[in-house]
């Protein structure tokens, strides 16, 4: 495999992380992101790294464009055209409210009420036409759409996963009228049932397509201004990649890619440094993500809400958030307890320390005024962007927090610490048992700007025995795009009693897909090595509302599928449910491109040596304790240190606590794990 | 012994995680739908002593908020009585007039014991698909006594130190319409148990017994102190409200909920005196679910207060004997979420007296289902479909009011008509935002939804539901949403029920089907300051009518022109500044 770039374009930073595995380079870097024109920080990444575009073989990119275009408001004036009777789908939802106590706050749909118009249409759950299409009813509607001035229109029919003629046949009608519309049909976004979740997926494809198409362009031609005349690859939120060419017609798959790039990029360094059962912790300034992988296969969510009433049904890695990272405010309740986050100081104004106005004392400011963080050589910036850090502030508003409760400024620290913690950890805990997992048996990635400043404490709260921190934690996210396989997911609904269903058929439907993700993958041209597919079925016992997604082969009959539900069910919940019949609910196929095995970090002779720190200084650990401070170009395979200790690099601070050991593995992972007692 | 904030907030924090981990543990394992996906569950862990709740899972229901920590005080009492707990007992019960809610309802309660030190209490609470009674699923509309509507389990110990009460468990599976599924339930329940030991265990080795205690009790001194100052803002004075439920759907009588809310201080006082007595029907409420609802409302109020023993102290209750909000043996209780949600409004409409900028309007007030049953043509096996009314939510200072939301002490969600379409053999012709439907104000209350189904093959349906006769209210100079209504359309026909939102059992043929409108929320603030520019969107928008424009808010039209099968408007500012003045003079004289 030839030299790859992977860059992540964040909203505070753009990362790249670049390797050539034939001359044994490795390059990571950080350069400020530019969100009026987010390709141009990608391109001054590339220019700072001054990486030749001719030797590389392949540029992969994550993006928040189309996460940021959903949150802002920002997409495209779409229409929605539905079913005569079912235009409020979209703004009704399902019936629910935004939080489980509190009844105000209103929610925005993406396409307002005037912009929803209904046809004369109707087909039943089985496919069959109940009310034809009138085109001259659907022309009409092109000429007020015309009047309204729309940029894409989505159409979205009753039961189009079982018969998409209807919505078919309503594009090329409005195409013919403007071709210059942006058409999206809901079935060509996702063959499935559950007509508010399939509209809202539609709807955020279309709502997003003008303009990430218009990225696309945008950065091709900017690419091949600066000599790269090869494939750019895209990353998805699903953990795949796909083709920049493609980009505009997948829009909706790469909302929310950037922690799915960092939970692949975990899984894969955790397989190489031999750990199958991983919890990510990516710790950031204003969240913390969670996700659980085993055996490099990160847990796929079918649903996934953007926001209240926005969800999103395609497969997305599932990471949980919660708000808490180094902007997390530190308060104190009515109650006089102290809390820490969600509230965040955010990157404007940021932590006291960032001298940029903020006044509440937040997590950052926590770690820096005990010590952790080295006033000096602050993470997330080098060269220009290095920040120069204001300790005394940050006293000065840990002090004024803890004078409330009568605590000193480092007891009021450390407690800032153990709270935010406590809640990360408390999250930990939850994602596991929600699988019926017990998180004793994972080890941690943890990564993000601050997830190694928090590991070790979190693996102490949680009882997970090993903490591995990554050689480039800071810049994870962009690594995960350099080695993710390129990826296309197919799904139909059937809902049918197995014993009811046409086997025949629904072997030739799995075909159908693989043949489909097949072609979409050779027509994507972008370079693979093997071609992997693999099948699923979505069971249920009938009468059940949420599935069990089941490993199956394409030429499985109604018996061997049957078993393999009810294994799946005994496993997942310990017992079944005896004679009641199993309904098959979707069919789905997942056809990967497997890029070159990514070559493991090449596995070093291990050393004896003991390393040395580059100096120590005071880091509070329930008292000030003269702490090592180690360099991590300093840290070879095979060395083994005790904590405390702090281990300090460009893009993130590790922090060891006292009673805790780290070993350095073969690829140059930290290993961090509870010392063992002496016996 | 003092107690450092740190280790107090961290205590706190992982008190609550432990509920958390129980909810889900059940949420996880339970066989029945309810549970796995509607989160139909609460779990909590007790103080030993008083039952107070030390923390509470917050994946569970909001209806079972305070009913816990009521049912876990009465489970004290009695256990007491009987010598006690021991380590290795766990207590049942599902008697609404002890424990809270409705018979599907079962609560389990155990002791948490370090050595023989009786430390905390621990109890789950978990919705069972059937407990018996006239009708699958537990609820009988026409039920007019207890035993009608299924099993009743006194407070009783399913593990006697240990050992199961095997034949308890035969008389259940017995008595019962699934058993399998009921058993499976039970020993789900049980598991959650084991997950809160484990949990508890590990803080116990941290911190041991007695500073945990000490923390239990700060925490609880601590919420309490959160609670008053919140109370403490509501300017004291005593504010009366009271609204009607428009029948039992067995006697067409209205029934009336009154409530005087005395501030005083950092005390409040509920008082239901002047509440109608006990309805023939099932629209009754236990006295521990009236508690509920008040701290729900409250919490809806001030989300922030956490849910402890501590933040119920500072209020008391003046409850009537034998009224629908105290329901007393042998007294139905299965349509018990209207009475609920309509003890809701009312502390809301007490407090809207007092605290208007916090408190929102009215919501659609009605909780009611529609369920559609019988056997579906295709497979002959036996289906029970349910569609819970979704409505507006009322304004307030901080929003218009949202639309399609569920009721406030609920979380569950309204079937996809894809799957439902699937199921049944209904046919949906419309799923809508309902025009028109929110209350007029400065924030209008969100619209109503309606929907309608066509059947094409005989089925039974029934509705319960509520809020025809007396709609909704608005608040602080907001008016009413639009009333309920339910009509049945059979053989040609359309009809309203004789009970209006309450029918029970009509057989549909196919071709008949059910057509549902359901209110809106309340209007909050003057609609005539009601900016135009969002007047004039809310009709562009088909969330106001022309003619509500016009009457309500004082609008003046100055262009209407059609787009499509629709109306485009704009609204003459300066001429609606001018009839908006009009009127306001005219008010005053």
Same mark, same amino acid.
């Given at each position: 495999m030839g030299a790859v770039v992977g860059i992540d374009v964040g909203g505070t930073f753009t990362d790249l992380y670049y390797t050539d595995p034939e001359h044994g380079i490795e390059t990571i870097l950080k350069v400020p992101s530019t969100p009026d024109d987010p390709s141009r920080g990608l391109l001054d990444s590339l220019r700072v790294a001054k990486i030749d575009p001719s030797t590389l073989e392949a540029l992969l990119h994550g993006t928040t464009i189309a996460t940021n275009a959903i949150i802002e408001r920002k997409g495209a004036r779409c229409a929605l055209v539905t079913t005569r009777g079912f235009r409020d789908i979209l703004e009704l939802g399902r019936r629910d409210r935004p939080?489980?106590?509190?009844l105000t706050g209103v929610q925005q749909p993406l396409i307002p009420r005037d912009r929803r118009w209904e046809v004369r249409e109707r087909v039943d759950h089985r496919g069959n036409v109940l009310v034809p299409i009138d085109d001259a009813e659907v022309r009409a509607l092109g000429a007020v759409l015309m009047e309204q001035n729309v940029d894409a229109v989505v159409i979205a029919f009753i039961h189009a996963y079982a018969h998409t003629a209807h919505e078919d046949r309503v594009r090329d009608l409005l195409a013919a009228i403007n071709p210059a519309w942006e058409i999206v049909t809901s079935a060509s976004v996702i063959r499935e049932y559950y007509e508010f979740e399939r509209t809202s997926t539609a709807v955020v494809q279309g709502y997003l397509q003008p303009l990430v198409s218009r990225y696309a362009r945008n950065l091709h031609s900017k690419l091949r201004e600066w000599g790269f005349q090869r494939d750019v690859l895209i990353m998805q939120s699903n953990g795949g990649v796909a083709p920049l060419t493609e980009l505009g017609k997948r829009s909706a798959y790469i909302v929310r890619s950037g922690p799915a790039a960092g939970v692949i990029a975990a899984g894969e360094v955790a397989r190489h440094a031999g750990f199958n059962k991983i919890i990510t912790a990516d710790m950031g300034g204003t969240s913390f993500d969670v996700a659980v992988v085993i055996n490099s296969e990160p847990r796929i969510a079918e649903n996934t809400l953007l926001e209240f009433r926005v969800p999103l049904r395609l497969p997305m890695i599932d990471v949980h958030t919660i708000g808490a990272g180094g902007g997390s405010i530190a308060s104190l309740d009515r109650g006089g307890i102290l809390q820490v986050g969600p509230r965040s100081a955010g990157a404007m104004p940021g932590p006291v320390c960032y001298r940029r106005g903020g006044t509440e004392p937040t997590v950052t400011d926590a770690n820096l005024v005990l010590g952790r963080i080295d006033i000096d050589s602050p993470i997330g910036g080098s060269g220009a962007t290095k920040v120069n850090l204001d300790v005394d502030s940050a006293r000065k508003a840990v002090t004024a927090l803890g004078a409330k409760f009568g605590l000193s400024m480092e007891e009021t620290a450390e407690a800032i610490l153990a709270v935010v913690n406590q809640r990360m950890a408390g999250r930990m805990r939850l994602i596991s048992i929600e699988q019926g997992l017990d998180p004793r048996e994972f080890a941690m990635v943890a990564f993000g700007g601050a997830g190694p400043m928090h590991g070790a404490a979190l693996i102490r709260e949680v009882g997970i025995k090993t903490e591995l921190v990554p050689a480039y934690p800071g810049v994870l996210c962009a690594m995960g795009c350099a080695i993710a396989d390129i990826r296309y997911d197919l799904s139909q609904t059937i809902e049918q009693r197995l014993d009811r269903t046409d086997i025949g058929a629904l072997q030739a439907m799995l075909k159908q897909q693989r043949a489909d993700g097949e072609e979409q993958l050779k027509k994507s041209e972008a370079p693979h090595d093997a071609v992997r597919a693999s099948h699923f079925a979505d069971m249920v016992y009938q009468g059940q509302i949420h599935a069990l997604r089941v490993p199956i082969e394409a030429d499985w009959n109604a018996d061997r599928l049957t078993r393999a539900f009810i294994d799946t069910y005994r496993r997942d919940f310990g017992n079944t449910l005896g004679d009641i019949p199993v309904v098959v609910v979707n069919v789905r196929t997942t056809v990967l491109g497997v890029r070159g095995a990514h070559a493991a970090k090449a596995q070093s002779a291990l050393t004896h040596d003991q390393p040395k720190p580059f100096k120590r200084r005071p880091v509070h650990f329930g008292g000030w304790t003269d702490a090592a401070i180690y360099r991590r170009t300093d840290l070879l395979p095979g060395m083994q240190f005790e904590g405390p200790a702090i281990v300090e690099q460009d893009d993130a601070t590790t922090v060891v606590e006292p009673g805790m050991t780290t070993c350095v593995d073969a690829a140059g992972n930290l290993l961090v794990t509870l010392t063992e007692k002496a016996a | 012994m003092s107690i450092d904030p740190v280790t107090l907030a961290v205590v706190r924090g992982s008190l609550e995680q432990i509920a958390d981990e129980m909810d889900l543990h059940l949420i996880h394992a339970a066989i029945s739908p309810i549970i796995s996906e509607t989160n139909d569950c609460a779990h909590g862990i007790f103080h030993p002593e008083t039952g107070e709740t030390i923390a509470q899972g917050r994946y569970g229901l909001p209806v079972f908020l305070a009913n816990m920590q009521f049912t876990t005080q009465n489970i004290v009492r009695l256990a007491n009585e009987q010598g006690g707990f021991k380590p290795g007992d766990l207590w049942i019960l599902n008697d609404p007039y002890v424990g809270g809610t409705h018979l599907q309802d079962v609560q389990l309660v155990a002791p948490y014991f370090v050595g023989d030190r009786l430390v905390a209490l621990m109890a789950s609470t978990g919705h069972w698909m059937d407990i018996g009674g006239s009708v699958p699923g537990g609820w009988a509309p026409k039920a007019t006594e207890i035993h009608q509507e299924g099993l009743l389990i006194p407070a009783m110990k399913l593990y006697d130190q240990g050992r199961l009460n095997e034949p308890l468990v035969q008389m259940f599976r017995a008595n019962v319409r699934l058993p399998v599924q009921i058993a499976g339930d039970l020993a789900a329940m049980t598991n959650v148990f084991t997950i809160a030991r484990r949990g508890l265990d590990q803080l116990v080795e941290r911190y041991g017994v007695d500073r945990l205690s000490v923390c239990v009790a700060a925490m609880m001194e601590r919420s309490e102190q959160e609670m008053r100052s919140y109370i403490e803002e509501i300017p004291d004075g005593t504010y009366r409200f009271e609204d009607v439920i %428009?029948? %039992?759907?067995?006697? %067409?009588k209205p029934l009336n909920i009154v409530l005087t809310l005395t501030v005083r201080g950092s005390q409040l006082t509920f008082d239901f005196t002047g509440t109608s007595p006990a309805a023939r029907g099932p629209v009754n409420l236990s006295r521990n679910t009236t508690l509920s609802a008040c701290y729900v409302a409250m919490k809806h109020i001030f989300p922030e207060v956490p849910v402890n023993g501590g933040a119920f102290r500072p209020a008391t209750f003046i409850i009537p004997e034998r009224s629908i909000v105290a329901a007393e043996y042998p007294t139905p209780v299965g349509g018990y979420l209207e009475v609920l949600g309509r003890v809701i409004d009312i502390v809301f409409g007490a407090l809207a007296q007092a605290i208007p900028d916090r408190t929102p309007a009215a919501d659609f007030g009605t909780v009611g289902v529609c369920t559609i049953g019988g056997r579906h043509p295709d497979t002959g096996n036996f289906f029970v479909g349910v569609f819970p009314y979704p409505g507006g939510y009322g304004g307030s200072r901080a929003s218009d009011g949202l639309v399609n939301g569920n009721p406030p002490l609920s979380m569950a969600n309204f079937m996809s008509l894809e799957m439902s379409e699937h199921r049944y053999p209904v046919r949906f012709n419309h799923f809508r935002l309902r025009e028109d439907s929110g209350g007029a104000g400065w924030h209008r209350g969100g619209c109503g939804t309606e929907y309608q189904f066509t059947v094409w093959s005989d089925c039974v349906t029934s509705v319960l539901g509520d809020r025809v006769d007396y709609q909704p209210f608005g608040i602080a100079g907001g008016g009413e949403a639009t009333p309920n209504a339910v009509r049945i359309h059979t053989g040609g026909n359309s009809w309203v029920p004789p009970m209006r939102s309450k029918l029970d059992s009509q057989p549909l043929h196919a071709g008949d089907g059910v057509e549902a409108a359901s209110p809106g929320g309340g209007g909050y603030g003057d609609p005539l300051e009601r900016d135009p520019n969002e007047v004039e969107r809310d009709m562009n928008l088909g969330y106001v009518s022309r003619a509500t424009a016009e009457s309500a808010y004082g609008a003046v039209i100055s262009e209407a022109k059609p787009l499509g099968d629709r109306m485009t408007y704009r609204i003459d500012a300066t001429a609606t500044a001018t009839e908006r003045a009009r009127r306001l003079a005219a008010r005053s004289t």
């Open positions: 939080n489980m106590y509190g | %428009d029948n %039992d759907g067995i006697v %067409d």
